[in-house]
């Protein structure tokens, strides 16, 4: 499976973004799928993440009660929507689908997409 992922910019501290990753070649309906960002200068770290169905999600304590994330399986298609941003979430931001273990281990994913730029001013 082939993941574009797209949304990211420049925004302002307080703002909003919408990331959304957009999965080809393969149907992801029945994959738990994670989002995982870079900062500049460190490691790749979990975001969050949510099941196949939808029904359950997980956030690292960073992002929890600012980023929601969904999924719409007849699109293909999952989201990040990320509110109240600050300039510590600057970062490039990845989708990648889970394969099974702990979702915060980048081991346990695979099929991840290019990375979309999320540049937060202060």
């Known amino acids: 499976v082939q993941l574009q992922a797209s949304g990211g910019g420049l925004v302002q501290a307080g703002g909003s973004l919408r990331l959304s990753c957009a999965a080809s070649g393969r149907s992801i309906s029945y994959y738990d799928m994670a989002w995982f960002r870079r900062a500049p200068g460190k490691e790749r770290e979990f975001a969050a993440a949510i099941t196949y169905y939808g029904g359950n999600r997980y956030y690292a304590d960073s992002v929890k009660g600012r980023f929601t994330i969904s999924r719409d399986n007849a699109k293909n298609t999952v989201y990040l929507q990320m509110t109240s941003l600050k300039p510590e979430d600057t970062a490039v931001y990845y989708c990648?689908?889970?394969?099974?273990?702990?979702?915060?281990?980048?081991?346990?994913?695979?099929?991840w997409g290019q990375g979309t730029q999320v540049t937060v001013s202060s």
């Open positions: 990648a689908v889970f394969t099974g273990g702990r979702y915060y281990d980048t081991a346990n994913y695979n099929s």
